[in-house]
């Protein structure tokens, strides 16, 4: 993620500081490693930098970054407002796409225990960050209800160029799993 960060902001020029620190600490407490809470990660954000001494101003816009960053369902509206935190939430949807991101959602779906796929199941599109919570199906049916819709929910001009190879690569990967699930190759 800040990799893609400090790639995105080359082009798009916000601070290199706030921009930085938001994609080291953007996942720091992770809600769905917290009991599902959407806030522990801003408080455990702000306190450590609170701790290094760090400005109010910027703890308030990194706490803002951590806050809005995760990605909330397919039909739930984004509330970054920062360029910086525009960025930042670009370049952490462009992990979750093209080969990094197929190895994420596999290592997480076999962390939870979900199956690889269920010919059987339903692709959901959730409406609310709850709904989204509760997600438990499997991980091919994550590449449809979220990893599909990142290349669309792109903030930034250079993010939005970056998605779609990533993104179309996602698209030729699952055809090819479904292809040989169904013993096509």
Do not use: C
Not at 56 to 61: D, P, S, V, Y
Not at 78 to 101: C, P, T, W
Not at 160 to 178: C, N, P, T, V
Request: glycine share 10%; hydrophobic share 35%.
């Amino acid at each position: 993620v800040l990799n893609n960060a400090i790639a995105i902001n080359k082009k798009e020029r916000g601070d290199d500081f706030i921009v930085q620190l938001g994609a080291l600490l953007h996942d720091i407490a992770d809600f769905k490693f917290h009991g599902g809470d959407e806030t522990v990660g801003g408080k455990v954000a702000s306190e450590w930098l609170k701790s290094l001494k760090v400005d109010g101003k910027t703890i308030k816009k990194v706490r803002h970054i951590v806050d809005n960053v995760s990605f909330k369902g397919a039909k739930v509206a984004s509330r970054m407002e920062s360029l910086e935190g525009k960025i930042v939430q670009d370049a952490d949807r462009l992990d979750a796409l093209g080969a990094i991101g197929i190895a994420r959602a596999f290592a997480y779906g076999g962390s939870k225990g979900r199956p690889l796929y269920d010919p059987e199941g339903k692709t959901k599109q959730h409406k609310s960050f709850k709904e989204y919570k509760k997600g438990a199906d499997s991980t091919l049916h994550h590449f449809y209800e979220k990893l599909l819709h990142l290349k669309g929910l792109m903030n930034t001009g250079t993010a939005k160029q970056m998605a779609k190879k990533r993104h179309d690569f996602i698209e030729k990967y699952l055809k090819e799993f479904i292809n040989e699930w169904e013993g096509k190759r």
